[in-house]
């Protein structure tokens, strides 16, 4: 049982790139949401998911798209990197809504925008 | 809307201390209330929750009661050691029907042998 799978583990982009952070689960969760960990900021909610087709913004969603095709999968693209989004991405799945049964968490994407 | 306030660390203590946390939060109606810990370079894990008022979440030595009177859920564990040094984020889910969760900002706990 692999739990949250979360790649890559560590990235460097330069300004205006583009990439996908992917995230996966094989606990059949429905809810899935993505945090930014960024010094003394906490845990910010990026985008979250309550099932495939149904995605919902968090606190901080502006330069970051979702998508939910499958139960597993729930992608983070980021548009056009920018240095204010250098910071650690944790994705995080639960079997209820709002992580009533507590979260399950990734191990993290370390992401460094120059 | 709903928040959670933990002590700013970092809490510095010697191997077999008594440790707490403190957690206090606003929300309204009887949220569900957690704590979590992050160990260096890993993903946050669930350590205990409560759901109801005076209930006591239990989990490795580490203890939270939920007060309701208070609004508080603070962490307590009698006896730490060099492996409990991590940072630990208070969090709640409140009952209000929009079920995201907030989380404090973490306190990072340092334990010396």
């Known amino acids: 049982n692999a739990g949250v799978t979360q790649t890559p583990k560590f990235q460097v982009l330069k300004t205006g790139q583009s990439m996908t952070l992917q995230c996966a689960q094989d606990m059949n969760h429905e809810y899935m949401s993505w945090y930014r960990q960024d010094p003394g900021m906490g845990l910010r909610l990026i985008h979250y998911?309550?099932?495939?087709?149904?995605?919902d913004q968090g606190e901080v969603p502006n330069g970051y798209n979702v998508s939910r095709s499958t139960t597993e999968d729930f992608p983070l693209r980021l548009l056009s990197a920018a240095p204010s989004q250098t910071s650690v991405y944790f994705c995080?799945?639960?079997?209820?809504?709002?992580?009533?049964?507590?979260?399950?968490f990734g191990s993290g994407t370390r992401l460094t925008v120059v | 809307g709903d928040s959670v306030t933990q002590m700013e660390g970092p809490v510095t203590l010697s191997e077999e201390a008594f440790l707490t946390i403190n957690c206090t939060y606003t929300?309204?109606?009887?949220?569900?209330l957690f704590w979590y810990v992050q160990y260096p370079g890993e993903g946050l894990q669930l350590l205990l929750k409560a759901t109801k008022a005076d209930d006591k979440g239990s989990n490795k030595g580490f203890e939270a009661t939920y007060r309701k009177e208070t609004t508080s859920f603070h962490l307590e564990k009698g006896s730490v050691q060099v492996s409990d040094s991590a940072v630990y984020f208070c969090a709640l889910v409140g009952s209000g029907g929009s079920y995201i969760p907030t989380f404090g900002r973490g306190t990072s706990l340092i334990v010396h042998p």
């Open positions: 998911s309550v099932g495939a087709g149904i995605t």
């Open positions: 929300a309204t109606g009887y949220p569900s």
């Open positions: 995080a799945s639960s079997y209820s809504t709002g992580g009533l049964d507590g979260y399950t």
